[in-house]
């Protein structure tokens, strides 16, 4: 089958479930972030195994379905959890989502992760806004054929972080009173966290923070005209900054510790992001 015929499938599923109402903005809820989904008013909840071709979440922190309802007066469609390239997915199916939430007719896309702090200056709990990445993985969500009813075969990246967005961001963390930190993430593949020599080169190329997701999605929405936001939860000091292991738990942790400012950031967000 190809590609469209399985967006245009997956998309009537959901259609079906939620009737005529398209969502005004989609979010990709990170480790330990999936709780904002739980707020939202009337909710559709659809399990991802039960979407036609929609790939399954396998990882801790993340429920692995798709809650649509209101937030803050707002159609919003979340995923609590996303796929990742460790999992075994290609990158193909990691976007997968995200082209058929455009297919849906969703304008905007929403990114949130938790990712280890690079930045020496900051701490964990920090919420940083992304204004840009770094891929040095080879792959791409896009190699392969290309369905021009999605988007163009070569296509820019300069403006993939919706410099829109960012503002509205920066108006939210300041009404907010968040402390507001702002970044470049960059993408290592998992599910290994980074060895110190890995930190210490991100830092040399300009990353603030490192995590295992959110740059897929990004490039897929690029691809399709989609304004991207994203925000990263520091839920921990990367490798070689303190003198400790890494483990999820202390993802899964940060993520609720903070859930409280996060979820009142993303509600300000949604709220004023026109």
């Known amino acids: 089958m190809e590609l469209m015929d399985k967006l245009n499938e997956s998309a009537s599923f959901i259609r ?83 082209q058929v939430f455009k297919v849906l007719g969703v304008s905007k896309l929403f990114l949130t992760n938790a990712a280890g702090c690079v930045n020496k200056d900051w701490k964990p709990g920090d919420l940083m806004l992304i204004t840009d990445h770094i891929k040095v993985m080879g792959d791409s969500p896009l190699r392969g054929a290309n369905p021009e009813a999605l988007g163009p075969r070569f296509f820019d990246m300069g403006s993939v972080w919706d410099r829109g967005a960012q503002r509205v961001a920066r108006q939210a963390y300041e009404k907010l009173g968040i402390t507001l930190r702002e970044g470049v993430y960059m993408l290592f593949g998992g599910p290994q966290f980074e060895t110190p020599a890995e930190v210490r080169m991100a830092r040399l190329l300009g990353a603030d923070a490192v995590g295992m997701s959110t740059v897929p999605e990004a490039i897929a929405a690029a691809h399709m005209g989609l304004p991207v936001l994203g925000i990263s939860c520091l839920t921990n000091m990367a490798a070689g900054i303190l003198d400790r292991k890494l483990d999820h738990e202390e993802v899964l942790e940060t993520g609720e510790r903070v859930k409280t400012t996060f979820s009142a950031l993303v509600r300000e967000i949604v709220r004023a992001w026109e």
């Open 16 to 98: 079906q479930r939620i009737g005529v109402v398209t969502p005004h903005v989609a979010i990709i809820l990170g480790s330990g972030l999936g709780d904002l989904a739980d707020e939202l008013a009337d909710p559709v909840v659809i399990p991802y195994s039960e979407i036609p071709h929609f790939p399954v979440s396998t990882v801790p922190g993340h429920k692995g379905r798709l809650v649509i309802g209101r937030l803050e007066g707002r159609q919003v469609l979340c995923m609590q959890g996303r796929f990742h390239y460790y999992e075994g997915w290609s990158l193909q199916d990691v976007v997968y989502p995200v």
